[in-house]
C-alpha cells in the first residue's frame, strides 16, 4: 500500500513529460493546415488568372491601381483636394454630353457621334446674341447679363437642332447598319464645324460665366462658382431624368428601348420616342456646351468635339452605355483619372505627351478586358 503513490507519481510524470509533445504536434498540424489552405488559394488564384478570370484579374489591376494612388500622392506631393475639385469639374461636364450619348443609344441604339457639335453649336448661338451678331475680327466681349435668356434659346436650339437631325438623318437609316449610322452622324459633326468656321472664322471667342469669383476654398484649393455650378447642374439633370423614367412618356422609352416591337403593339409611337430622346439629348448638349465654354472662358469651332466628346464617350463607355447613371459615374472617374494622371505627370516632371490621353485610354482598356457591359450596364 506504501508504493501506491510512487506509481501515481510515475504515472503522472509520464503524462508531464509526453504533454509538451502532444502540443507542439497539435500546433505543428494546425501551421500545416493553415499553411495548406494558403497553398489552395493561391494556386486556385493563379488557376483562374491563367483560365482568365476577370475577378482574378480585376483583384490585381484593383491592387495596383490603390497602390499607384497612394504612391503618387506621396512621390509626386499631389494634392488630393486639387485632383476632386478639379476632376469632378470636367467629370461634371462629361456625364453631361455622355447622358445623351447614353440616352440616344438606349432608344434607338444609334452611337451619336454628332453630340458634341450639339453643344458647340448652341454655344456659338449664345454668342451671337450675347454680341448682338456683331462680331468683329477679334471678337467683342460679349454681354455677360443676357447669358441668363441667351441659354433659354441656346438649350431651345440644341433641342430643336438634334430633333432635326434625328429627322433629317438618323430616322432615314433605320434599317441600316449600326455603323452607317455612326458614319452618318460624324458627317453631321463635322458638317457642323465647317459651319461654323465659315460662319465665325477659326478663331478664340470670350464667353462668359455665369458667376465669376471663388466660392469657397478646400484645403487651399479654389473653388470657383463656375465648378459649383456645374455640378448642381449635373445633379439637376439626373435627378430630372430619374424622375422623367418614372412617368409614362418614361416608361414608354424604355419600353421602346427593350422591346420595340412589342412596345410599338402595344401603341406606343417609335418615331415619337425617338424624337423624344433626340430632344432631350440635344438640350443636354446644349446645356453642356455651354458650361464646357465657361470653363475655358472661350468657345471656337469644334471645342465639345475635341475637348469633350471622346472623353464622354470614353466615360459612358466604361460606366455601361445602357445604363444612364453609369454614364454618370464613369465620367467622374474618367474625369478624376485624367486630372491624377496629369498631375502625377508634372508633379513627377516626367516627359509624357498627353497623360489624361493615356490615363483615358488605360482605363478604358482595363473596363472592356474586365467588364465588357461597363460598371452599371446591363446584358444588351
Same mark, same amino acid.
Given at each position: ?12 510524470? *509520464? ?23 494558403? %497553398?489552395? &488559394? ?11 478570370? %476577370? ?53 434607338? %441604339? ?40 441667351? !441659354? ?8 430643336? $437642332? ?29 458638317? $457642323?464645324?465647317?459651319? *461654323? ?48 423614367? &418614372? ?52 468657345? %471656337?469651332?469644334?471645342?465639345? !468635339? ?72 446591363? *446584358?444588351?
Amino acid at each position: 500500500m506504501a508504493k501506491a503513490p510512487a506509481v501515481e507519481e510515475s504515472i503522472d510524470d *509520464e503524462f508531464d513529460d509526453e504533454q509538451p509533445e502532444r502540443d507542439s504536434s497539435g500546433a505543428a498540424s494546425r501551421v500545416g493546415a493553415v499553411g495548406s489552405v494558403v %497553398r489552395d &488559394r493561391f494556386s486556385d488564384f493563379w488557376d483562374g488568372i491563367r483560365s482568365g478570370d %476577370r475577378s482574378q484579374v480585376g483583384a490585381i489591376f484593383g491592387g495596383l491601381g490603390v497602390l499607384l494612388l497612394v504612391w503618387g500622392f506621396i512621390a509626386a506631393d499631389i494634392k488630393p483636394a486639387r485632383v476632386v475639385v478639379i476632376g469632378l469639374q470636367s467629370g461634371a461636364v462629361y456625364s453631361l454630353v455622355a447622358l445623351g450619348i447614353a440616352l440616344v443609344y438606349k432608344a434607338t %441604339r444609334v452611337l451619336n457621334f454628332g453630340q458634341g457639335e450639339l453643344g458647340t453649336a448652341p454655344a456659338f448661338v449664345a454668342y451671337a446674341l450675347l454680341v448682338g451678331f456683331n462680331w468683329s475680327d477679334t471678337g467683342p466681349n460679349p454681354d455677360s447679363g443676357k447669358l441668363w435668356w441667351a !441659354t433659354l434659346v441656346a438649350i431651345a436650339f440644341g433641342a430643336g $437642332f438634334a430633333v432635326l437631325v434625328n429627322v433629317a438623318v438618323v430616322q432615314r437609316l433605320a434599317k441600316a447598319s449600326p455603323v452607317t449610322a455612326l458614319v452618318a452622324t460624324a458627317g453631321v459633326s463635322l458638317l $457642323f464645324i465647317s459651319a *461654323e468656321v465659315v460662319m465665325f472664322e477659326a478663331k478664340v471667342r470670350p464667353f462668359p460665366r455665369y458667376i465669376e469669383g471663388d466660392a469657397f476654398t478646400v484645403s487651399g484649393v479654389r473653388v470657383t462658382w463656375h465648378t459649383v455650378i456645374v455640378l448642381l447642374v449635373l445633379g439637376a439633370a439626373a435627378s430630372a431624368l430619374a424622375i422623367f423614367f &418614372r412617368t409614362p412618356a418614361g416608361v414608354a422609352l424604355l419600353a421602346m428601348a427593350q422591346e420595340p416591337f412589342a412596345a410599338e403593339l402595344s401603341g406606343v409611337s417609335v418615331r415619337a420616342m425617338s424624337v423624344l430622346a433626340w430632344g432631350t439629348a440635344g438640350a443636354l448638349a446644349a446645356v453642356a456646351g455651354l458650361l464646357g465654354a465657361g470653363v475655358f472662358g472661350q468657345v %471656337r469651332p469644334g471645342l465639345m !468635339t475635341t475637348q469633350y466628346l471622346i472623353y464622354a464617350f470614353a466615360g459612358a463607355v466604361v460606366g455601361g452605355l445602357n445604363s444612364m447613371p453609369g454614364a454618370v459615374v464613369g465620367s467622374l472617374i474618367l474625369g478624376l483619372a485624367t486630372v491624377y494622371a496629369n498631375e502625377l505627370v508634372l508633379g513627377m516632371g516626367w516627359d509624357i505627351p498627353g497623360p489624361p490621353q493615356i490615363a483615358m485610354l488605360l482605363l478604358l482598356l482595363l473596363v472592356l478586358m474586365l467588364r465588357p457591359r461597363g460598371l452599371l450596364g446591363k *446584358e444588351a
